[in-house]
């Protein structure tokens, strides 16, 4: 079984920098492929949104609302994916979660795993 770990939540004020992190990691013996992996997030009273994606490739959508904002990365090599996001703005608080889509060696059939959720607040 598969687990994604987020780390780098936390209050911040206007204008301000957070880096999410996130990291798959499988139990003693699991192997797995990743293909797409990013972030969503859910702000209270709306339905969850994409914030930004990345292939294993490195091709990146993003979100029109944080775009030239945040920028994603992702180590193929460690199974993480980071969120760069400056210039955050009240809007931007949201409990945000990582995904990917993870198989089974020599497997096409991706299945999306998420993490627990880490908050960003921003607030003065």
């Known amino acids: 079984q598969v687990q994604l770990v987020e780390s780098g939540g936390g209050l911040v004020q206007p204008g301000g920098s957070l880096r999410l992190s996130c990291a798959a990691s499988?139990?003693?013996?699991?192997?797995?492929?990743?293909?797409?992996m990013g972030w969503y997030r859910q702000a209270p009273g709306k339905q969850r949104e994409l914030v930004a994606g990345?292939?294993?490739?490195?091709?990146?959508d993003y979100a029109d609302s944080v775009k030239g904002r945040f920028t994603i990365s992702r180590d193929n090599a460690k199974n993480t994916v980071r969120l760069q996001m400056n210039s955050l703005t009240p809007e931007d608080t949201a409990v945000y979660y990582c995904?990917?889509?993870?198989?089974?060696?020599?497997?096409?059939?991706?299945?999306?795993?998420w993490g627990q959720g880490t908050q960003v607040t921003v607030s003065s």
């Open positions: 995904y990917a889509d993870i198989a089974p060696p020599s497997s096409t059939r991706f299945v999306r795993s």
């Open positions: 499988g139990t003693s013996g699991t192997t797995f492929s990743i293909n797409y």
């Open positions: 990345i292939t294993q490739g490195g091709s990146t």
